[in-house]
């Protein structure tokens, strides 16, 4: 290996390390932010609730703009922003193969796999968390992981890279729970992006799985 490679998959490592660290931080402090508004406000459950949802999903967003502006001067752009589904049949399967034994394991481990979430009552409030938890979260969290971070980590090669950024995903997911199964649908996301060269596939498996949760918490009342 030499020199210039080195320092070019060290630099790698060390700037994706640092885009998760400010993914992490933006994301608290826009919680934080959101929490101070929440207690200042002055309505009802339902607005208050409209409020939490809609704030969460814009705060998603915030906390992922400076992500991706911080990734740029290495990427040069984002990578997989075309909608390139070829290969992706692959990791659509082994989504399906793992949901029911992750979903399973998760619940013996210590934490709520859900991360404690309760859905609104209101009808409005509801739509907002829909967005906020299947649509916002899946598309956001699939340009910062499987774009920025795992774009990265490319000159390390295509299989540290996507180990790479589904350790970090899952690192930010909280409990044993919740990263339990977070880190193999990190893998299968990444996977995916490697195999088709594009977040999409990716995202779109994240909605479905996110939306599955939905349906669950839903259900649950």
Same mark, same amino acid.
């Given at each position: 290996?030499?020199?210039?490679?080195?320092?070019?998959?060290?630099?790698?490592?060390?700037?994706?390390?640092?885009?998760?660290? %400010?993914?992490?931080?933006?994301? %608290?402090?826009?919680?934080?932010?959101? #929490?101070?508004?929440?207690?200042?406000?002055?309505?009802?459950? #339902?607005?208050?609730?409209?409020?939490?949802?809609?704030?969460?999903?814009?705060?998603?967003?915030?906390?992922?703009?400076?992500?991706?502006?911080?990734?740029?001067?290495?990427?040069?752009?984002?990578?997989?922003?075309?909608?390139?589904?070829?290969?992706?049949?692959?990791?659509?399967?082994?989504?399906?193969?793992?949901?029911?034994?992750?979903?399973?394991?998760?619940?013996?481990?210590?934490?709520?796999?859900? *991360?404690?979430?309760?859905?609104?009552?209101?009808?409005?409030?509801?739509?907002?968390?829909?967005?906020?938890?299947?649509?916002?979260? #899946?598309?956001?969290?699939?340009?910062?992981?499987?774009?920025?971070?795992?774009?990265?980590?490319?000159?390390?090669?295509? *299989?540290?890279?996507?180990? *790479?950024?589904?350790?970090?995903?899952?690192?930010?997911?909280?409990?044993?729970?919740?990263?339990?199964?977070?880190?193999?649908?990190?893998?299968?996301?990444?996977?995916?992006?490697?195999?088709?060269?594009?977040?999409?596939?990716?995202?779109?498996?994240?909605?479905?799985?996110?939306?599955?949760?939905?349906?669950?918490?839903?259900?649950?009342?």
């Amino acid at each position: 290996m030499n020199q210039t490679s080195a320092s070019r998959r060290m630099g790698g490592v060390l700037w994706a390390a640092g885009c998760g660290l %400010l993914y992490l931080t933006a994301g %608290l402090l826009t919680e934080k932010a959101l #929490a101070l508004l929440e207690g200042a406000a002055s309505l009802s459950p #339902a607005g208050l609730a409209r409020l939490h949802w809609g704030g969460l999903a814009l705060g998603t967003v915030l906390a992922a703009l400076p992500v991706l502006a911080a990734a740029r001067p290495m990427l040069g752009r984002i990578p997989g922003l075309r909608w390139r589904w070829r290969g992706a049949v692959a990791p659509m399967v082994l989504y399906v193969g793992l949901l029911f034994p992750l979903s399973w394991l998760s619940q013996k481990l210590p934490g709520d796999p859900a *991360g404690g979430m309760l859905l609104p009552a209101d009808p409005a409030a509801r739509v907002l968390a829909f967005f906020q938890l299947c649509i916002v979260s #899946a598309v956001a969290e699939e340009l910062v992981f499987r774009g920025a971070i795992q774009g990265l980590l490319a000159p390390c090669g295509p *299989g540290f890279s996507v180990l *790479g950024q589904a350790a970090v995903f899952a690192s930010l997911h909280g409990s044993p729970a919740r990263m339990a199964f977070a880190l193999p649908m990190g893998l299968v996301f990444g996977w995916a992006a490697s195999r088709c060269h594009s977040i999409w596939p990716g995202a779109a498996l994240h909605l479905l799985n996110n939306t599955i949760v939905f349906a669950g918490l839903l259900a649950g009342g």
